[in-house]
């Protein structure tokens, strides 16, 4: 649906108003007044206008005592008939208010003596609260008490209940707002053609609503978020995202990279030394990387496959495009493992095309550090290798002209950021085996593009998952037995154990010194985190090299670890682990022709968010489905990735379930900054303030 308009109709409404009614300031507000309403996100008069309610209490109508219902919330009206002041269980009023159809007993636990006041026999009550059954029959704990005349009117809309603070009542910020809303401009960056095609109220119409609803408005749609009004405020929401991820992409293509124009000479060599024949969907994404190196502006492409797809291959060809044409590059990843396994891999396949490649390891001794960094700033060094730690300290190249960065999930944004502020906008491309759902994608990454892996290499065997309780933990390792005899070799990973790390160490070091007493013969080994780097490098060699069978690790290993001979995975308290994680830990088998296996130990009792993961994890392989699972099970902010990806958390909207918003917002923010880019950047300052600012200049 593409949506077209020639002219931005300011409302003359609007204008009229700001000069009527005296203008609120904000910094017009006592600073102690400012500093609660800081706690609370809000630090403009505008942030006010945007700060909605909760929910909603309806206050509209009265119900008879005898017909509110148990576990619902209602407001009543009626006289109080007796006062009680209680000690047992603990010092408590205790009230009767009955009307002409019935009585209800109220409860305060703490109370003020103004509360009690308000209680005092003989007046009339509105009261509002859950109707609970207690023990004196029905009743309400800490209903909202107001003192009513006979026959006082009752309110005409819904009232609203604000996110607030200590300090900050709710009268107090709902007057707040209500000023603010007077005093802003409220005009609307959308024109009505592109109201109407997405079905849209105005933008100060659904403002006003929201704030302060009418009586005729159903509170189940503003509770559900469902009714137009909140419709619009997301799709704003949204709006302003996208048009900041779009200004952030335009501002990258104004920045200059080299032009990486191969013609493939070198990754033909490469290819045809391999052993293997690349997939259709590694030869696609290729094609996708080359077109955008040979831009004159950086490259930002985020890489996904899932784990064992084959992304260190295609990162190696395109670090020889890069190369051919007399460029640097070079290889982040997040752990001295995986980049020392990187640095094997790909001197492995590129020194027979006489290509240096460096190493560049926080361990290495000070001299070969110094010749490695020589290497680099003097453009002696093709391809450097190393871990993000060390990329952050002085690493100068001569010529950079691609960065690739291993799971790009466990660096994020101001990796990304820190990668150009050295002098040179290099290309960069980001891997990452953490499937991002479409949405998601949509939403948080849409200023990268997206290349997607989505095919295995052939010949691989399904990896079969089982859930073992850790009662049978003794058949679990009369089955590595059984596996070591037959030549395979086994993970055995221990959980990350978030309040300590001091207790995680002692489960592996424990679990390796049981393992190693009842697999008689085999090699047990002992990987984790508090290794110093060389340790841990020597016990991965042996674990390569099947001088070590068995392998009991911390979550080290989680990322990118690649040993074909490993086809058994023991996963210890995989009920306390992430979905990604699994996900991520059983990509580490599976990766040879052998029948994988992965046995997922559970303690019980389980809880329900344990279980459905695990449900998950057992019935699914495709890291999509599981990353979408995830999605749902947990939300977006807590999905890997996202929190670093620098793009500010969505208030209002729900990828999931307003799935259609994000697709309309992306078309209307193209709509917006093609046909009225003024209106697309005081949109964003509504929102998104400090980006506004950053992208005008
Ligand atoms: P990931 O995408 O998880 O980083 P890797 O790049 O480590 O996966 O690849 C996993 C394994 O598959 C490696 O041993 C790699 O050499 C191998 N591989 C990569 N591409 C192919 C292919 N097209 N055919 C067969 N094996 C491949
Ligand atoms: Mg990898």
């Given at each position: ?131 609970r059954r207690g023990f004196w029959g029905d009743e309400m704990v800490h209903p909202k008490i107001r003192n009513v005349g006979d026959g006082a009117a009752l309110s005409e809309a819904l009232t609203p209940v604000y996110p607030t603070t200590a300090g900050l009542s709710q009268a107090a910020l709902a007057k707040l ?521």
């Amino acid at each position: 649906m593409g949506v077209r308009f020639a002219h931005r109709a300011k409302p003359a409404k609007v204008a009229a108003r700001r000069t009527t009614v005296p203008l609120m300031d904000f910094a017009t507000l006592t600073p102690a007044v400012q500093s609660r309403l800081a706690k609370l996100g809000i630090h403009r008069l505008f942030d006010l206008v945007l700060h909605l309610p909760l929910r909603y209490e309806d206050e509209t109508h009265l119900v008879p005592i005898a017909d509110a219902l148990t576990g619902t919330n209602v407001q009543v009206e009626g006289e109080v008939q007796t006062l009680d002041v209680m000690f047992r269980p603990k010092k408590q009023l205790v009230a009767r208010v009955a009307d002409a159809s019935g009585m209800l007993v109220v409860r305060l636990i703490n109370y003020y003596p103004n509360q009690a006041q308000q209680l005092a026999v003989g007046k009339r009550v509105r009261l509002l609260g859950e109707i609970r059954r207690g023990f004196w029959g029905d009743e309400m704990v800490h209903p909202k008490i107001r003192n009513v005349g006979d026959g006082a009117a009752l309110s005409e809309a819904l009232t609203p209940v604000y996110p607030t603070t200590a300090g900050l009542s709710q009268a107090a910020l709902a007057k707040l707002i209500g000023k603010a809303l007077r005093a802003c401009d409220l005009a609307d960056p959308l024109p009505q053609a592109m109201r109407d095609a997405y079905g849209l109220p105005p933008f100060a119409h659904s403002v006003h609503l929201l704030h302060s609803p009418t009586p005729d408005i159903p509170n189940v749609a503003l509770q559900h978020r469902t009714h137009p009004a909140w419709r619009r405020l997301k799709f704003d929401e949204l709006l302003a995202q996208q048009l900041s991820l779009r200004l952030a992409r335009a501002a990258r293509r104004e920045r200059d990279a080299p032009v990486i124009a191969a013609d493939g000479r070198l990754a033909a060599r490469l290819v045809a030394s391999l052993p293997f024949a690349l997939t259709r969907a590694q030869n696609r994404v290729l094609l996708e990387i080359a077109r955008d190196l040979a831009q004159p502006y950086p490259m930002q492409r985020l890489l996904q496959g899932d784990v064992g797809s084959g992304k260190t291959i295609v990162a190696a060809i395109a670090a020889c495009h890069a190369i051919e044409c007399g460029y640097q590059v070079a290889l982040l990843a997040p752990t001295e493992i995986l980049a020392e396994q990187h640095f094997r891999k790909l001197s492995g396949w590129l020194a027979p095309l006489d290509i240096k490649v460096v190493w560049l390891a926080g361990s290495l001794k000070a001299k070969e550090k110094r010749s490695a960094l020589e290497d680099a700033a003097l453009g002696v060094a093709p391809l450097v290798v190393g871990t993000h730690a060390i990329f952050q300290q002085q690493v100068e190249f001569r010529n950079l002209g691609l960065a690739i960065v291993d799971e790009q999930h466990r660096f994020g944004v101001a990796q990304r950021l820190a990668m150009r502020a050295k002098g040179q906008s290099p290309h960069q491309l980001m891997m990452s085996a953490t499937p991002i759902p479409r949405t998601l994608a949509m939403s948080f990454y849409a200023d990268l593009d997206v290349s997607v892996i989505d095919e295995l290499p052939p010949g691989r065997t399904p990896i079969l998952t089982k859930l073992v309780s850790d009662a049978r933990r003794d058949e679990v390792i009369a089955r590595i037995a059984a596996k070591v005899a037959e030549g395979r070799q086994a993970y055995w990973v221990c959980p990350l154990i978030e309040e300590s790390e001091a207790l995680q160490l002692q489960t592996a070091v424990d679990t390796h010194a049981q393992l190693a007493e009842e697999l008689d013969g085999v090699a047990v080994g002992l990987l984790h985190g508090k290794m110093k780097p060389d340790e841990k490098a020597a016990v991965m060699e042996a674990f390569i090299a099947n001088r070590i069978q068995v392998l009991v690790a911390t979550t080290v290993i989680e990322v990118g670890v690649d040993v074909a001979n490993a086809s058994l995975m023991v996963i210890e308290h995989a009920e306390r682990m992430g979905l990604a994680q699994l996900h991520q830990l059983r990509g580490r088998v599976g990766r040879g022709t052998h029948a994988s296996l992965c046995v997922l130990l559970y303690c019980g009792p389980l809880g329900d968010t344990a279980k459905e993961r695990l449900k998950v994890i057992f019935e699914n392989t495709d890291g999509f489905i599981i990353a979408q699972e995830d999605l749902r099970i947990r939300g977006p902010g807590e999905l890997a990735g996202v929190k670093q990806s620098g793009v500010p958390m969505l208030r209002f909207a729900d990828l999931e379930a307003d799935a259609d918003l994000v697709e309309a917002a992306r078309e209307a923010a193209d709509t917006l900054l093609a046909h009225d880019r003024p209106a697309a950047l005081s949109h964003l300052d509504r929102w998104l303030p400090g980006r506004a600012a950053l992208l005008k200049v």
